[in-house]
């Protein structure tokens, strides 16, 4: 029970000179013994909780007055309206000018640009290239009797003399009477008469006689390589037998008639002829200009094979006109060699050069042998021979002989350079083995690659001529490319490239990728670069193929994937020539040559002689440095993260920093927005 406690107030003023206490009103005080729980204290710096929920207006005001942005709290805490629109003016150009900048550099980033850097590297050493020397013959003329190029020493003519056209070259003791039949034939012909190689009669012009038996001649006659009459112009036989020429007439290759502009018959049977008349290379109807084009059929019917199922795949994109310039209606067969050389319409006999078409085996027997070729090696001054090449067959050349190889020898170095340095070779083209028909020009091709590299001296060789020695000075240079979504630059995969020591190359994929094409559509190559059967040149079906095939690659038909390679060795060459041998030098020089090679001493019995069928070659390298090429990337994933941000700080000033408020900001806004979804509002109980 509360009780009333009287309290006294104090008055201002003094009495008797001390304090008068008054009587004031009661004030009841608390009772501390009722029963209620004590309030705790807080302390006065906490602040108290806002209890009001929250609302998106809110989010959007503390983001902005704490985020670390730059602009927008300036925007929320403007002083007026204009200032804060201002500010927005002055943000949103900001922004403008960062996402201009930045899509800028995001989409150069994904053009995935690169640089390329140059630099000179010095070393103490270098490898060596693979030098690959050919000599610019292929057949041998002394290695033709008894083959199927035999014929071509009697077009070709020059060994009926003395020493000058070097007749005591060839050994025809051993030969019985061929020599002597050869003569026969080499001056029997031009007006009429004459004998033929083995039996009969006939010329040039007319007379009778065949490569066996019959007679016939060029322009008049009777004849065939076995039996049966006939010439180029009229007369009858063929190449077995019938009869007909190239105008008019009957017979074919076997039999049959027909000729080249009129007639029956065809190279087994039917009837037909390249301008008019029926039936084509292997039996049917038509002809090249009659009949059908190409024979009946779009690339097919007659003369393509009865369809154009071969080139189905092309579509009907591509117009394709054939050439008839190898028209060889009136050779007897493959050895008529006087039949190619009359047929030949070019100044320069272009057309008949590649009828010659030994396979690997005859080159290895027919070509230049690397003894009688390499006379004299030296390689940094230390000798060398022979033995230290490697035979690699070229279409065009024969029998060619590479250099630091590679294959079953460690790889060359070289620690020296000048031209007294490096390779030297003597080389010895024997110039009485030319075949002349096919070899325009007397030398040797030299191709300089990496040895890893499939050597192709008709396309990238450097001629150097007899009688004079040719130095050549080399830098090396590397080129690394980069691969991947940059370029389409590969090591081979995915191509026509196949080899099984060589690195690849876009020529020697192209290359390929022609004669597998030319194999798989015409079963014949035109290369020896693939083994395969040589395509004809007297099949008019298999010409009309291969011509088709390289109209298609020309025209980027083909499909030939041989983009550059990631990594590419190249050596960079400057060429300078001498005459040699000087005339004091020349004596020494047979001292050296002549025990070594019998015709070589035979033959190098004076200085112009020994200039006709002599070259030096000096292969060096220039500096003993090489140019590397390198390409790199332009931007990285590092460096493209440095420019954004820079321009992120440098526009609106935001760093990784801001992008955490950011998202925390994006959280607090969804989850405002699924509690005003979701949330049930509670029902306060009544009092």
């Not at 020089?589 to 033959?603: D, E, G, T």
Request: aromatic share 10%; net charge negative.
């Amino acid at each position: 029970m509360s009780k009333n406690i009287m309290t006294a107030g104090i008055s201002s003023g003094y009495q008797n000179d001390a304090f008068v206490v008054m009587p004031s009103e009661s004030i009841p005080l608390p009772n501390y013994h009722q029963n209620k729980a004590p309030v705790e204290s807080k302390p006065a710096d906490e602040p108290e909780k806002d209890q009001t929920p929250k609302t998106f207006g809110g989010l959007v005001s503390e983001f902005a007055d704490n985020t670390t942005a730059h602009g927008v709290s300036r925007i929320a805490n403007a002083s007026s309206c204009i200032a804060s629109f201002i500010w927005l003016v002055i943000l949103c150009a900001a922004f403008s000018g960062f996402f201009y900048q930045g899509t800028n550099l995001v989409l150069d980033f994904f053009s995935w640009p690169y640089g390329t850097t140059i630099d000179i590297i010095t070393n103490t050493s270098v490898d060596f290239p693979a030098v690959t020397v050919c000599n610019m013959n292929r057949l041998r003329r002394s290695e033709l009797k008894g083959t199927r190029f035999e014929g071509v020493i009697a077009v070709d003519g020059g060994v009926t003399g003395g020493d000058n056209d070097y007749s005591w070259f060839f050994d025809w003791s051993s030969q019985g009477d061929f020599y002597t039949q050869f003569l026969s034939s080499a001056g029997g012909g031009g007006g009429g008469g004459g004998n033929s190689s083995v039996g009969g009669g006939g010329g040039s012009v007319g007379g009778g006689g065949g490569s066996v038996g019959g007679g016939g001649g060029s322009v008049g006659g009777g004849g065939g390589s076995v039996g049966g009459g006939g010439g180029s112009v009229g007369g009858g036989g063929g190449s077995v037998g019938g009869g007909g020429g190239s105008v008019g007439g009957g017979g074919g290759s076997v039999g049959g008639g027909g000729g080249s502009v009129g007639g029956g018959g065809g190279s087994v049977g039917g009837g037909g002829g390249s301008v008019g008349g029926g039936g084509g290379s292997l039996g049917g109807g038509g002809g090249s200009l009659g009949g059908g084009s190409l024979g009946g059929g779009s690339l097919g019917g007659g003369s393509l094979g009865g369809g154009s199922l071969w080139f189905s795949d092309l579509g009907n994109d591509f117009n394709f006109q054939y050439d008839n310039y190898y028209d060889f209606g009136t050779v007897t067969g493959e050895s008529d060699w006087d039949g190619f050389l009359a047929n030949s319409k070019s100044e320069d006999f272009s057309d008949i050069i590649n009828v010659a078409n030994p396979t690997r085996d005859e080159l290895d027997v027919l070509g230049h042998q690397a003894e009688d070729f390499i006379l004299q090696c030296t390689f940094d001054r230390r000798k060398c021979n022979y033995t230290d090449f490697h035979k690699f067959q070229n279409s065009q050349y024969g029998n060619c002989y590479t250099f630091n190889h590679g294959r079953d020898e460690a790889v060359r170095t070289t620690s020296k350079s000048g031209s007294q340095y490096g390779l030297h070779l003597t080389l010895f083209i024997e110039q009485p083995e030319y075949v002349g028909l096919f070899t325009p020009e007397s030398g040797v091709r030299i191709g300089i690659d990496h040895w890893e590299t499939t050597p192709h001296p008709e396309d990238s060789g450097i001629t150097a001529s007899t009688g004079q020695a040719t130095s050549i000075a080399m830098r090396k240079s590397f080129i690394k490319r980069l691969g991947g979504r940059y370029s389409e630059c590969t090591t081979g995969e995915d191509t026509e490239f196949e080899s099984d020591f060589f690195q690849y190359s876009p020529l020697t994929c192209k290359k390929q990728c022609v004669q597998n094409n030319m194999k798989d559509r015409c079963d014949c190559v035109s290369d020896i670069l693939l083994d395969g059967v040589q395509c004809s040149y007297l099949n008019s079906t298999q010409q009309r193929c291969r011509q088709l095939v390289e109209a298609l690659y020309e025209d980027d038909k083909l499909d030939c994937y041989c983009p550059v390679a990631c990594e590419e060795n190249g050596f960079q060459t400057s060429t300078s020539v001498s005459t040699w041998p000087s005339e004091r030098y020349e004596e020494h020089l047979y001292s050296r040559v002549a025990p070594k090679n019998a015709v070589a001493a035979r033959m190098l019995q004076d200085v112009e002689t020994t200039r006709k069928n002599l070259a030096r070659l000096r292969i060096y390298f220039e500096e003993l440095n090489f140019q590397r090429v390198e390409q790199s990337p332009n931007w990285s994933i590092d460096s493209i993260l440095g420019a954004v941000g820079g321009l992120m700080g440098l526009y609106v000033g935001i760093s990784s920093i801001t992008l955490a408020e950011i998202i925390v900001f994006i959280l607090s806004l969804f989850k405002q927005c699924c509690r005003t979804m979701l949330c049930i509002n509670k029902v306060q109980p009544s009092r």
